[in-house]
């Protein structure tokens, strides 16, 4: 049986060896293999698909891993993984064990750099140019491949403010998509629009030089007068190129689906000797229709029905309670006011955006942006609420203590995606957000187990106490609770569950509280009596809670957070400082990053689901 095209890719250079009339069926096949292997594990689909021809031309103008790529984000990096001998385990992506839905230097050489987080790529992709030089490799090239909507975030401008200063060879690729995860914002998102419909100054510059090529010697000193003038051509054509004057040599908008084209552009770049820059033109979703009609849905997806684009329906999850609650608020309170960085959709917050588009705002993928923005709208008087994931707030540390925290501001975080979040794996884990946030003076932290939880603390955080709050909750939707729980549904800062004559106090906190419940029924049926305590503020941690806690003389802490500056480490100061002389154990994750898994099994391997802790505890108990 003869191999398909895509099975004669064994390394990175037979791409040059598929004849060029074969290029159109290799990306069908690629595009194919892209839409059965995400609907059956998940994954990001729109942008793999629209960078299937960029990836096909890149490998076959370039020597990797001789010359260097780098994806930005990196949720576009499956057909190059295709292409980097893991076309054979490409159906372990994303399941635990298999391959990162990311670039993973640990995966592959090729894989040069890991990257999750958007932004980030022109300035570790002039660092490896810059390293290339010192070292000699002056035949070594650089290439970083951005997305318009990555280009909203500030980090970019400051790789593009000194990669143009950088005068070898250095090529960035902007991968213009006309949308991020949502819609594109601000004036960027504008001003590619108008590049984009303004081929004028190129054309005009580029024919008229031809013109004048064929003049002789009149002809050459023309040209050589007009290159002089190159700005003014520039500033009466073209209105000028923000590429340009950074320092780049611009090329484009060219077609980012016509292979032949993005080559001559690639092959340009390639042989120049001064920093270059590509803006390629795709379409988000291509050659899938359902992906192609909405891009956004299909950016980050689960498993779908590869006929229909049918996604599997769950119930609602916490974003959207989140969302509902923050809606009926906001109905009451005009003061109220919703935003996020380029995750409306993903924060639960498109209700809000349609219900009152006034006091809603997206600034984009700028998280450094945000936390001094709300700070902002709070000292003018109003109640500003920042949907965020966990993983992404890590970017606006610094901004959540001088421009919020210094100032005493009441800003309220909404931190989406707390504690595990599954198969996006290491870059996207919400497992820091606890330690970092719990060193900021004067902020108040809530977690929620259950949606009545939720919506109770996202009041409080808007209405009670001064300066910042933050309620943070899991993906996913709500743990089943017992009936017969009695709980304060978040009114008070912590619930205890007294176990009748215990003597082992279980403390938890957010969602890990369901799997503790469970783990005290296990130890139930071993004959091991335990308390539960349910913190619901986790900053500051109420000090009745550790008097409370001060009562026992066996203290075991779970939480679905680093360990170290965690709650757990905290608590156990507090207590210490109450005169506790007991035995305590903290189970939280341990000095290491978390790869991709189902959220279930990495509680297992974090021993943080219910078995684990009841097997732990029933090991201490019986010392």
């Not at 949308?179 to 100054?201: H, P």
């Not at 950016?299 to 006929?307: A, E, N, Q, R, T």
């Not at 001088?402 to 794996?425: K, P, W, Y």
Request: glycine letters at 10%; one cysteine or more.
């Amino acid at each position: 049986m003869a191999q398909s095209l895509l099975q004669q890719i064994q390394q990175p250079d037979d791409v040059k060896k598929i004849p060029e009339e074969e290029l159109p069926a290799l990306c069908e096949e690629i595009r194919t293999k892209l839409i059965e292997t995400v609907a059956e594990n998940g994954g990001h689909l729109s942008s793999n698909l629209g960078v299937v021809e960029l990836t096909v031309a890149l490998y076959r103008v370039f020597s990797f891993p001789e010359d260097q790529l780098v994806w930005d984000v990196g949720h576009q990096c499956y057909t190059h993984k295709l292409f980097t001998g893991r076309r054979e385990s490409f159906s372990t992506l994303r399941k635990e064990g298999g391959i990162s839905g990311f670039p993973n230097r640990a995966e592959s050489p090729l894989d040069i750099f890991s990257t999750g987080h958007s932004s980030t790529s022109i300035a570790s992709a002039l660092g490896l140019a810059c390293a290339n030089e010192i070292a000699g490799k002056k035949d070594c090239h650089v290439v970083s491949v951005i997305g318009d909507g990555a280009l909203s975030g500030g980090l970019a401008y400051e790789g593009l403010n000194n990669a143009g200063r950088y005068r070898r060879n250095f090529t960035v690729i902007l991968n213009d998509n006309k949308m991020s995860i949502n819609r594109n914002v601000g004036a960027m998102a504008r001003y590619l629009a108008v590049i984009r419909t303004k081929n004028g100054y190129r054309n005009v510059k580029n024919g008229l030089e031809s013109f004048l090529k064929h003049i002789p010697v009149v002809g050459s000193s023309l040209r050589n007068a007009l290159a002089r003038a190159k700005g003014m051509l520039k500033n009466t054509i073209y209105h000028s190129n923000i590429f340009e004057e950074m320092g780049f040599h611009y090329i484009g908008p060219i077609d980012g689906h016509d292979i032949a084209t993005l080559e001559r552009a690639l092959m340009i770049a390639r042989d120049a000797d001064y920093p270059v820059l590509i803006h390629a033109c795709t379409v988000k979703g291509k050659g899938y229709s359902f992906a192609e009609k909405n891009p956004r849905v299909f950016h980050g997806i689960g498993s779908f029905d590869v006929d229909t684009g049918e996604k599997q329906l769950s119930g609602d999850g916490y974003s959207d309670v989140f969302g509902q609650e923050l809606c009926a608020i906001a109905e009451k309170d005009p003061t109220v006011c919703a935003i996020t960085a380029a995750m409306k959709a993903g924060t639960g917050l498109t209700q809000f955006a349609r219900s009152f588009p006034g006091r809603f705002y997206d600034v984009g993928i700028a998280e450094e942006c945000a936390i001094p923005f709300a700070a902002g709208l709070a000292a003018n008087g109003m109640k500003p609420v920042f949907a965020v994931y966990s993983t992404f707030l890590q970017r606006a540390y610094d901004q959540l203590i001088h421009d919020a925290a210094l100032q005493n501001l009441r800003i309220v975080l909404a931190v989406d995606r707390a504690g595990f979040v599954g198969d996006d794996g290491a870059t996207h884990q919400g497992l820091f957000d606890p330690a970092f946030l719990n060193s900021i003076p004067g902020l108040t932290v809530y977690a929620p187990t259950y949606f009545d939880e939720l919506r109770r603390m996202l009041q409080k955080a808007i209405y009670e106490g001064s300066g910042p709050a933050a309620v943070r909750y899991p993906r996913g939707v709500e743990p089943q609770k017992p009936q017969k729980l009695a709980l304060s549904g978040g009114e008070n800062d912590f619930d205890l569950i007294p176990g009748a004559e215990a003597s082992v106090l279980l403390v938890t906190y957010g969602r890990l509280f369901a799997e503790c419940l469970r783990a005290a029924g296990l130890l139930a049926q071993r004959g091991i009596a335990v308390s539960l305590l349910k913190l619901n503020c986790i900053r500051p941690v109420p000090q009745q809670a550790v008097e409370k806690a001060a009562e026992y003389p066996n203290v075991f802490f779970a939480e679905e957070s680093v360990a170290a500056g965690g709650v757990g480490e905290h608590f156990l100061r507090l207590l210490t400082e109450q005169g506790f002389s007991g035995k305590f154990r903290l189970s939280a994750v341990q000095d290491r990053f978390v790869a991709h898994a189902s959220e279930r099994r990495q509680m297992e391997q974090n021993g943080l689901d219910a078995e684990s802790v009841a097997d732990i505890i029933t090991m201490e108990c019986s010392h």
